[in-house]
């Protein structure tokens, strides 16, 4: 089967960084995402590494390292719109299809 | 209108019941996604589709029923509804390896 693991609840205050860690484990590990979800809303796509390193889009910067099965999202300059659930998410193969597996959240609060 | 778009917003219904909740999306992907969302469990896959006519079980896909006649609709149906399947349905839809696009959900309250 799969699992993934990220804190379920991170404190932040504005201005500063804060990083989510994930760490999966998985058989025929495609690629791991991020999600942002904001309360009532649906998730939306944030970023993917299907590659070791870091991939910067902005204010968000994600990373992977396969051999560990361990990926974090960096959020920098945080502001009060970035509190949020985040999401990491898996991209497996699984006989001639792909299938996208999430981790259980973690909830981001930023403090002024 | 171009996106991914789940009918109804809101539903309740009652034990036993049949209920079938709709997903249609207009950009042709082939990938289609049936997730849960409850508090403390994130987003759990129920079924996914590789394109039309091709379906297979996700993490939780018993009581669940879908069908993919056509690429553009993703209709998931709860056969005998229980409580425990009260929750947030999202729809989503990808190309092979792309990002996921999600509807806005449908919250199911099974009573």
């Known amino acids: 089967g799969q699992s993934l693991e990220q804190p379920s609840e991170v404190t932040a205050v504005e201005g500063a960084i804060v990083q989510i860690n994930c760490t999966y484990q998985?058989?025929?590990?495609?690629?791991l995402s991020w999600y942002q979800q904001h309360d009532g809303g649906a998730p939306t796509f944030l970023s993917y590494?299907?590659?070791?390193g870091l991939e910067e889009t902005g204010r968000f910067s994600s990373f992977l390292s396969r051999s560990d099965s361990y990926g974090y999202l960096l959020l920098q300059e945080l502001q009060m719109k970035d509190s949020a659930s985040y999401f990491c998410?898996?991209?497996?193969?699984?006989?001639?299809?792909?299938?996208?597996?999430f981790g259980s959240g973690t909830r981001l609060s930023i403090r002024p | 209108d171009a996106g991914i778009t789940q009918s109804p917003r809101y539903k309740i219904t009652e034990t036993g019941r049949q209920v079938t909740l709709m997903c249609h999306q207009t950009?042709?992907?082939?990938?289609m996604f049936w997730y849960r969302q409850d508090l403390g469990h994130g987003l759990r896959l129920i079924y996914y589709?590789?394109?039309?006519?091709?379906?297979d079980k996700g993490e939780v896909p018993d009581g669940y029923v879908v069908s993919r006649s056509k690429t553009e609709n993703f209709p998931l149906t709860l056969e005998s509804a229980t409580r425990s399947q009260t929750s947030v349905y999202f729809c989503?839809?990808?190309?092979?390896?792309?990002?996921?696009?999600f509807g806005s959900g449908t919250q199911l309250s099974v009573l």
């Open positions: 998410a898996v991209r497996v193969l699984y006989s001639s299809a792909s299938k996208i597996i």
């Open positions: 590494n299907a590659l070791d």
């Open positions: 950009w042709s992907h082939s990938y």
């Open positions: 589709s590789a394109a039309a006519d091709i379906t």
């Open positions: 989503a839809s990808s190309d092979p390896n792309e990002k996921l696009f």
């Open positions: 998985t058989s025929g590990f495609y690629g």
